[in-house]
């Protein structure tokens, strides 16, 4: 059983900076790939971003790409989202995910790949 805690979550005014942080805790592969997705109000979890665990292959959303940047420290099993720039549209819950059968440097978007999920942190950014 793989346990997600993420962290870092806050309000921050429009161009501001937050990084979020998600440690795993459990049996983790070396094929696993660990992700953030977000949920806005009233809308559907959408993907942001993904890293191989081991691969080091990443992925972002187009949304997100030259403002967010994703790293992660094996050595700690957490996964940070570095998030710059931030915009009111930005704002949302945003959950660590994992997905322990991904084939070698796959990064996934689809929300029913993953199969283990954080409780999720909130992003606010006011205008």
């Known amino acids: 059983q793989v346990q997600l805690v993420e962290s870092g979550g806050g309000v921050v005014q429009t161009g501001g900076s937050l990084r979020l942080s998600c440690t795993a805790s459990?049996?983790?592969?070396?094929?696993?790939?660990m992700a953030w997705f977000r949920q806005a109000p009233g809308k559907e979890r959408e993907f942001v971003a993904a890293?191989?665990?081991?691969?080091?292959?990443?992925d972002l959303a187009d949304t997100v790409k030259g403002r967010f940047t994703i790293s992660r420290d094996t050595t700690k099993n957490t996964v940070y989202l570095q998030m710059k720039s931030l915009k009111p549209e930005d704002t949302a819950d945003y959950y660590c995910?994992?997905?322990?059968?991904?084939?070698?440097?796959?990064?996934?978007?689809?929300?029913?790949?993953?199969?283990?999920w954080g409780q999720g942190t909130r992003v606010t950014v006011s205008s």
């Open positions: 459990g049996p983790l592969f070396a094929n696993t790939c």
């Open positions: 890293i191989s665990r081991s691969a080091g292959s990443s």
């Open positions: 995910a994992v997905d322990t059968t991904a084939a070698w440097g796959a990064l996934p978007r689809e929300v029913g790949r993953y199969d283990y």
